[in-house]
């Protein structure tokens, strides 16, 4: 009789809830500064779900920590609904290199993927390859010579090189730099000469600033059609690929939960946020939360064995 009851309680209180919210403003958490693709997509979002809502849907610029500070205060914030996160890839990958995670990863459930893509594999003209058999061997022959720039430890770009290096054998150098920007300026100025970045910078290969050898893709990629993918040329273990997607607190009711993700899939269905993300060479999509728990746990077992292998932390 008393779990009757109690259960009793519990549904009346997420119907409560449900049914009175949005109360105020809902703020969306990007655990990166402003600017960057996480940042321009929550930005896509906001006005959307404020109309759909009818609260403000307001962005959060909370980076820091390899991004488990933003991370971070979603997972401790209060399980009300009023509190988002989206991330990207660094919700895999740190509980796997942060030795004091600042959060329980338990504590933040997922509620829809929109995004995914690969990154290509960029390189200076000074490296004289024209495939990725001819890069390997002269990074094999020239031992830290193959300089990697990344957007940060623990960033995508960073462990897309470490995958490659592990893939291949070769030695290479990572720095890494204060977000995609400098990384790539850094680049086309040659103190790095290799970087694992976005379709949208293809308009430097198109020019001849840069070579772009490869995408990490299981296919070529539409708005890049003349880059093949590492699998055409001998490499499809380096299968990289970022994603962005919104999560809540886990202790928020599952019925609150399931009405925020369907809102947030009919948004990501919407032809404008379709078309901002066809637009930087993504695939877009609408997951379930059961949809995009599947992939998440997927990529903690993949990346898992690469992290260990190559040894990294943070």
């Given at each position: 009789?008393?779990?009757?009851?109690?259960?009793?309680?519990?549904?009346?209180?997420?119907?409560?809830?449900?049914?009175?919210?949005?109360?105020?403003?809902?703020?969306?958490?990007?655990?990166?500064?402003?600017?960057?693709?996480?940042?321009?997509?929550?930005?896509?979002?906001?006005?959307?779900?404020?109309?759909?809502?009818?609260?403000?849907?307001?962005?959060?610029?909370?980076?820091?920590?390899?991004?488990?500070?933003?991370?971070?205060?979603?997972?401790?914030?209060?399980?009300?609904?009023?509190?988002?996160?989206?991330?990207?890839?660094?919700?895999?990958?740190?509980?796997?290199?942060?030795?004091?995670?600042?959060?329980?990863?338990?504590?933040?459930?997922?509620?829809?993927?929109?995004?995914?893509?690969?990154?290509?594999?960029?390189?200076?003209?000074?490296?004289?390859?024209?495939?990725?058999?001819?890069?390997?061997?002269?990074?094999?022959?020239?031992?830290?010579?193959?300089?990697?720039?990344?957007?940060?430890?623990?960033?995508?770009?960073?462990?897309?090189?470490?995958?490659?290096?592990?893939?291949?054998?070769?030695?290479?150098?990572?720095?890494?730099?204060?977000?995609?920007?400098?990384?790539?300026?850094?680049?086309?100025?040659?103190?790095?000469?290799?970087?694992?970045?976005?379709?949208?910078?293809?308009?430097?290969?198109?020019?001849?600033?840069?070579?772009?050898?490869?995408?990490?893709?299981?296919?070529?990629?539409?708005?890049?059609?003349?880059?093949?993918?590492m699998a055409e040329q001998g490499l499809p273990q380096v299968?990289?690929?970022?994603?962005?997607?919104?999560?809540?607190?886990?202790a928020v009711p599952a019925a609150l939960r399931e009405r925020?993700?369907?809102?947030?899939?009919?948004?990501?269905?919407?032809?404008?946020?379709?078309?901002?993300?066809?637009?930087?060479?993504?695939?877009?999509?609408?997951?379930?939360?059961?949809?995009?728990?599947?992939?998440?746990?997927?990529?903690?077992?993949?990346?898992?064995?690469?992290?260990?292998?190559?040894?990294?932390?943070?």
């Amino acid at each position: 009789m008393r779990r009757r009851v109690l259960l009793g309680s519990l549904l009346a209180t997420s119907a409560l809830a449900q049914a009175g919210w949005p109360a105020r403003s809902v703020e969306v958490v990007v655990p990166y500064a402003a600017g960057g693709p996480t940042d321009r997509y929550a930005r896509e979002f906001t006005p959307r779900l404020s109309e759909l809502w009818g609260q403000q849907a307001v962005v959060a610029n909370k980076p820091g920590g390899a991004t488990a500070i933003g991370t971070a205060a979603v997972a401790h914030a209060a399980p009300d609904g009023h509190t988002l996160l989206l991330a990207s890839f660094g919700i895999v990958t740190n509980p796997l290199m942060l030795r004091n995670l600042p959060y329980d990863p338990a504590a933040l459930a997922p509620l829809c993927r929109f995004a995914l893509g690969g990154a290509v594999l960029y390189l200076h003209p000074s490296v004289p390859a024209r495939t990725l058999p001819e890069l390997v061997a002269w990074a094999r022959a020239n031992p830290g010579a193959l300089r990697f720039g990344s957007s940060g430890m623990g960033s995508s770009p960073h462990i897309s090189a470490e995958l490659f290096a592990w893939a291949t054998g070769v030695e290479m150098l990572h720095t890494p730099y204060r977000g995609s920007a400098p990384a790539l300026t850094d680049l086309l100025a040659g103190h790095v000469n290799a970087l694992f970045d976005s379709v949208t910078t293809m308009r430097f290969a198109r020019d001849g600033r840069l070579r772009a050898m490869a995408i990490s893709q299981p296919e070529r990629n539409a708005q890049a059609p003349e880059v093949p993918t590492m699998a055409e040329q001998g490499l499809p273990q380096v299968l990289a690929r970022t994603f962005y997607g919104f999560f809540c607190p886990a202790a928020v009711p599952a019925a609150l939960r399931e009405r925020i993700a369907d809102d947030l899939r009919g948004v990501a269905a919407g032809q404008a946020i379709q078309r901002a993300i066809g637009d930087d060479g993504l695939e877009a999509m609408a997951e379930t939360p059961a949809e995009f728990a599947a992939f998440l746990s997927e990529q903690h077992a993949f990346w898992s064995r690469v992290i260990r292998e190559r040894n990294l932390s943070l």
